[in-house]
């Protein structure tokens, strides 16, 4: 069973910073298109940043920008999300995916739940 396994959510005032972490036991990252997402309560799922594999250019979502940081340490075979001045609005259950470069499979972590709030 393929798996991806996100880490580091919690309860942060406004302010304040997060990193969360995503790896797999059954997923090289590196071979794939991997993103974060967020789904606010009540909400549909958005991207909140991409990469496509080795690839040097990261993209974020307006809201993020800034603010947000996509890093990835391949050798450990994980990618994180470095969350800076974090906003209630950032509140969220946060996903990472895998998607194929070059087959059609995409995979979902569990989410991990960031809450922003004084």
């Known amino acids: 069973q393929v798996q991806l396994v996100e880490s580091g959510g919690g309860l942060v005032q406004p302010g304040g910073s997060l990193r969360l972490s995503c790896t797999s036991s059954?997923?090289?990252?590196?071979?794939?298109?991997v993103s974060w997402h967020r789904q606010p309560p009540g909400q549909e799922r958005e991207l909140v940043a991409i990469?496509?594999?080795?690839?040097?250019?990261?993209r974020y979502a307006d809201s993020v920008n800034g603010r947000f940081t996509f890093s990835r340490d391949y050798p450990k075979n994980t990618v994180y999300l470095q969350m800076d001045d974090l906003k209630p609005e950032d509140t969220a259950v946060y996903y990472c995916?895998?998607?194929?470069?070059?087959?059609?499979?995409?995979?979902w972590g569990q989410g991990t739940q960031v809450t922003v709030s004084s």
């Open positions: 995916k895998a998607q194929g470069m070059n087959i059609p499979v995409n995979y």
């Open positions: 059954e997923l090289t990252l590196s071979s794939y298109t």
């Open positions: 990469v496509r594999g080795t690839s040097s250019t990261i």
